[in-house]
């Protein structure tokens, strides 16, 4: 979850330092994170731990989360999610896919049924390895060698 984070942190601080990004069920609106998903629900605990961590300041929370500044991407992104992910709820996934078709900004996805926060069943790793194999080659791999990159 902070991996995602960290990675559309990093283009859309950063736009023109990486080639390309993977995105694997991130958290990309931390008021969400706040709202909705596993965290938020453990009583006695949750919500006061994600002040702590988060922070409260509303405007603070929307200045450091990624969904609102996709317009800064230019790189080629691949976004990763599984529909069942509770950690960093799919919605993070759902809202980001609006923001990034909003803005026209392309990108790469994969929502997989029957997964949640990581992907456990074999078949969905061999899926997610070779797509993600695929994207690298195009953006960083041989392809990009020999496409002048």
Known sequence: SYGGYAVLSG???????YDCAFAFVGVYDLE?????????????????FLDTALGTDREELKERSPINHVAKIKTPLYLV??????????????KLCKALDKQGIPYQKLLVKGEAHGFYKVENRVKLYEELLGFLNEHIGDKAATAGR
């Open 32 to 48: 969400l994170m706040k709202k909705r998903g596993n965290i938020p629900q453990l009583l006695g605990y949750g919500p006061a």
């Open 11 to 17: 283009i859309t601080r950063e736009p023109d330092l």
């Open 81 to 94: 999610h599984g529909i069942l992910d509770r950690q960093a709820h799919v919605d993070n996934y759902y």
